[in-house]
């Protein structure tokens, strides 16, 4: 499963950016994933993870009500929709495949490999 993530830039504090994370090869319908950060001397965090097929999805508590993670089948994606963005959303955004199951999903990287990323920048 190899993924690539798009969709980052430089907004102003409160505003949106919408990040999209593209699979090659298989189809994310059958994976948990998951987003996760990393900012500047910080240890790279979750945000937000979805369950395989339709399940649930958790979040960072700093997220909630401001990130909504979602799946597009029909495109094979999985999105992170980011409103109210404050300087400390500013990192490297990465999707990974993550321990998970049809109900459950986890800050757990289910590999060591990590893409490119997706720099987003919010300015205050």
């Known amino acids: 499963l190899q993924l690539v993530e798009s969709g980052g830039g430089l907004v102003q504090s409160g505003g949106s950016l919408r990040l999209s994370c593209a699979a090659s090869?298989?189809?994310?319908?059958?994976?948990?994933i998951g987003w996760f950060r990393k900012a500047p001397g910080k240890e790279r965090e979750g945000v937000s993870c979805?369950?395989?097929?339709?399940?649930?999805?958790n979040y960072l508590d700093s997220v909630k009500g401001r990130f909504t993670i979602s799946r597009d089948n029909a495109e094979n994606t999985v999105d992170l929709q980011m409103n109210n963005l404050t300087a400390e959303d500013t990192g490297v955004y990465y999707c990974?495949?993550?321990?998970?199951?049809?109900?459950?999903?986890?800050?757990?990287?289910?590999?060591?490999?990590w893409g490119q990323g997706a720099q987003v920048t919010v300015s205050s």
């Open positions: 990974a495949a993550v321990v998970g199951s049809l109900y459950r999903c986890y800050f757990r990287p289910a590999s060591d490999s």
């Open positions: 090869g298989a189809s994310l319908e059958n994976y948990a």
């Open positions: 979805i369950s395989a097929s339709i399940g649930p999805s």
